[in-house]
C-alpha cells in the first residue's frame, strides 16, 4: 500500500509465469474431462442399445444381423490400440451376454435332440447355420464330449447316431461331425478296455490302470487313441505321490519282495526317475530267489514272557510262572537259532485264498530257496492283572518314538519300559537286524482274549469286575474307571494296534475267556465269541485267526467249530509237538509247538534248538 497526496493507492504483484502455466494445465484437464464425459455419454448410449438390438434381431430370426451385430463388438475389442487404456467393460460384459442367449437355445436344442429324440426345424437349423461363429465351436465340444460319454458308457450307440444324423450336415459341424462319425465303431471296440482302465484308475489301482491305458493305446487311433493319451498321463501325474508313499512305507517295514515288485513297476512307468531307480535298488539288495515250498511249517507259540528273573525266581517265585513262560533271554536265543538254521517267517493267512466266504481254496507257499517257513504266535498278549507281580510286563505302551514297549516293575521298584522286556518288542529288533529273517516284513500273530483287558487296558465296562477280581484276589487295590478314562483306554490301545499291524503283525483270538472250547456247549461258545468280537474285535477289525487256548480245538464238521467259521475264523491253532497243518471244510488247521518253562526242560526240539544253549541259568534247577 502506497500514499500519494494522502491517497492509498492499492498495487497487485504480477502473477508469475507458473502460475499462469497452472492456471492453463487446469483449464485442460477441466476441457479433458468434459470431452471424455462426452465420448463415455455417448458410448453408453450406444451400448445401452446393443442388447436389445441383438435381441430383436434374434426374434425377427435376422440372424445375420445379429451376428453382425456380435462381430462388430467384438472387433472394436480385437481391434483396440495397445496403447488404449481404455476400459472395455461395457463391451465384454454385452459379449457375455450375447453367448448366453445364444448358448440357451443351444442347449435347448442339444437336450430335446439327445432326450426327445428331436429333429431340428428349418429354423432350428438358420439359427445354428446363422450363428455360426456362436454355436459351430459349443456343439463340436458337445459332439466330441458325447463320443467320449460314449466311450464311457453313459450313452448307447442307437442315440448317438441318431444326433449325428441330425447335426453332420450342418455347414459349420460337418467339417468336425463326420470324422468324429466316422470313429464310433472303433470306439466301440474299445469300449470294454477303457472303462476297464477307468475303474482301476477310480479305485487308485494305479498301476493296473496305466498297463490298461498302454494296451488301449496298443489297438486304437484317433479319437480313443488320444483319449487313452490323456487319461494316461493323468494317471501318472496322480499316482506318482501316492505310489512313492507306499514303497517308502514298504521299504521302512521290510517288506522288500513287494517294494521290489511295485518299484519295478514303477521304473518302467517313469524310466528317468533316479528316486525310484535308487529305492528299486535298496529292495533288490534285500531279496533272493523264490520258490514254492510243499514241506512242513513250523509253528512256535509263546506267552509273554519273564522281564526281570530275580522277581520271578527269587522275590516273588511261583511255579507256575516257571513252567508256562519263557524268560527274554531265552525268547532271543530261540531267535538267533532259528535264523541259523535258516527259518523265515511267513504270514499264515498267506498259506489260503479267503476271498469267498464258503469256502477256501490252497495257496502256495512261497519263499526264498535257501529258507524253511516259521509262524510266530505270541499268545493271550492282553495281560492279566497280576503279571506285574512276578516279574512280567504289565501292559504294552509305545515309547516316544513309537516303538512297541512292554512296561515292567523291576526287582528295585523302578518303572521299566523296554522294547527288550516283551517278544513283540525283541521280535522287531531282530527282524531289523535280520531282514531275512521275515520274508516281506512279516512278524507275527498275536493272539487276544478279553476278560479282563486288551495289552493291560480296560477297554470295556464290562471288563471291569473281572480284573477287579483278579486284583482282589491277589491282594492288590483294585481300580474304578470313568467312562472317559475307558474311552482314553482304547484309543491308546487302537494307536498300538495300528502300529502292530503297519509294521507286520497279525492279530488273532484266544476266545473272550481263554475258554478250553472243545469241552463248551455251543451256547457258551456263542455267547464268548459275541463278546469277543464286541469288545476286541471292534478294535482289532476283522480277525480271521482263532488260536485255541490249551490247544482245545474244535473239528471242523462240529457245529460250534461251523458257527465259528462263519463268524470269520477260519484258520485254527491247536497244540502238538510236530510240525503239521491241514486244509478242512472251508478252514485251515496248524498244530503249535508250546514254548514254555515245561516244554524246555521236557520235550525234545532240538530240530529248532539246543535246549542247553538257551535254557536261562537264573531258573531253578530241575
Partial sequence: MMEFGGNSVSMERPRSIGTWVMIGLGIACLAAMFISMVFVSRDTRRLAGVMPGFNAALEKRDYAKALEMYRDLNDIIINRDPGDNSDFAGEYEILTEMEAKVNERVLLIENQIRYDRYTPTADDIAFLEGLSELTGARMTIWLTGLCEEFLLGSIEKPTLMFIFEQLEGLSNLSAAARPLRAEVDQIEMSRGDVQNAEELFANEEYIEAVERYEYVLTTSEGFVHDFAQNRLEECKNEMYQPMMRIADHMLANFQYYSAEKLLSDLARIFPEDQIIQSNLYMATSNTSPCATYTGPVEVICVKPLIADTKVAFEVNYVSSTDAYYLTTSEFKAILESLYAKGFCLIDPTSMADMSNSGFLNVQEITIPQDKKPLVIILEDFSYTATREKVGMCSRLVLNDVGQVCGEYLSSSGQTVVSRGSEAIGILDAFVEAHPDFSYNGVKGVISLTGYQSIFGYVTDIDQLDDRNAAL?????????????????????????????????????????????????????????????????????????????????????????CVYLKEQGFRIFFGVGPTPYYTFGDNYLYFDRCMLTGDTLRNVDYSRLFDKDEVYDGSRKKS
Fill in 472 to 560: 482282589e484276589a491277589a491282594g492288590m487295590g483294585t481300580i474304578n474307571l470313568t467312562d472317559k478314562e475307558i474311552e482314553t483306554n482304547r484309543t491308546t490301545v487302537l494307536a498300538i494296534l495300528d502300529k502292530l499291524k503297519d509294521s507286520g503283525w497279525m492279530m488273532a483270538s484266544s476266545t473272550y475267556g481263554f475258554i478250553n472250547a472243545n469241552h463248551c456247549e455251543i451256547g457258551t461258545i456263542e455267547n464268548d465269541t459275541e463278546k469277543w468280537l464286541s469288545q476286541v474285535g471292534s478294535l482289532t477289525g476283522p480277525v480271521s485267526i482263532l488260536v485255541y487256548p490249551n490247544g482245545d480245538f474244535i473239528r471242523g464238521s462240529d457245529p460250534r
